[in-house]
């Protein structure tokens, strides 16, 4: 009985690592599960549970729309309206525009700066747009939540004559998540280039974190402006009579203090584009 047991042992010791190479040859070439929660922490609902309630987002596909003057003739409304879940940004209307920018909007992505122009409209924002999600970001000084944050402030009296709709803010520590990101991406510390990170760099964040695939419309590529056949637009689709685009970005990249980082966040994207499943049309990007 004794010999029997270490005879079973003995086979037992060299039949594991066998059974191990096994598995290891059956599963090498498939992907890991990944498990993906939708419940996003770093964005956090204004209303009566605020504290408890983030945005809960998962998007198989994703639209992300530029506010961009590439738009215009574009033709891509239909093709964008037929996307699960399209992502805009500040105020970009969609009212006369919809051929080209689609008329659809699931999440808006709005800088501190652009909530009192949601404010000016807030009927067509808060009440006819009810199923589209505001996040907005902005820094502490507009943000903060101990009476003295005048952005804060609004949108929580927003919050409370519209309890329907989703309005988030992002979160402190997201803000600084961001700060990290850019930084890693770039070596440089973007409080010390007096630079502010753009709603499109928030969005692009939000648009990994949300979807399994983004496809971008109406942004160009961090070398587009140098191309000596690159065309003009404006900034703004929406205000034609405005700056051009490419002069926007160029004051931007070059300001001392208080500009984004428009260019440098474009060579960003075109890294991540691989690695987000990341795709860009309207201009299209070599990528």
């Known amino acids: 009985m004794k010999y029997q047991m270490q005879r079973w042992l003995c086979l037992l010791t060299i039949s594991l690592p066998v059974l191990f190479w096994i ?11 990944v498990f993906r929660s939708s419940e996003l922490r770093g964005y956090m609902r204004l209303g009566p549970h605020r504290m408890e309630q983030f945005l809960n987002l998962h998007c198989n596909q994703c639209a992300l729309v530029s506010s961009s003057g590439q738009m215009l003739g574009s033709a891509a409304g239909e093709q964008i309206d037929k996307i699960n879940c399209v992502i ?42 009810a199923n589209t999600a505001y996040v907005i970001w902005g820094p502490d000084r507009n943000m903060r939540q101990d009476g003295k944050g005048p952005i804060y402030n609004t949108l929580v009296r927003i ?39 753009s709603t499109g760099f928030f969005a692009m964040i939000l ?10 419309y109406g942004m160009i590529d ?14 703004h689709y929406y205000e034609q009579n405005k700056v ?17 980082r428009f260019i440098t966040e474009k060579a960003i994207y075109a890294k991540w584009a ?4 990341i795709d860009f049309s309207h201009p299209s990007w070599d990528l």
């Open 88 to 129: 805009r940004m500040n105020n970009a209307p969609t009212q006369g525009y919809e051929k080209d920018v689609g008329s659809r909007t699931s999440i808006r992505v709005v800088s501190h700066t652009s909530v009192p122009l949601l404010v000016k409209n807030e009927h067509y924002y808060f009440q006819q747009s």
């Open 159 to 197: 919050a409370r004559k519209y309890p329907n709709v989703g309005i988030y803010i992002v979160t402190r520590e997201k803000i600084h998540s961001c700060d990290r990101v850019f930084q890693n991406e770039t070596g440089k510390n973007r409080m010390k280039t007096g630079a502010f990170l």
């Open 207 to 216: 648009a990994i974190e949300a979807c399994d695939r983004i496809h971008v």
């Open 274 to 277: 691989s690695r987000h499943n």
């Open 23 to 33: 598995g290891r040859v059956i599963t090498r070439d498939r992907p890991l599960p």
């Open 244 to 260: 051009n685009e490419c002069r926007m970005y160029k004051v931007h990249e070059n300001a001392r203090r208080g500009g984004h």
């Open 222 to 235: 961090n070398n587009y402006c140098n191309r000596i056949n690159h065309s003009v637009v404006p900034y």
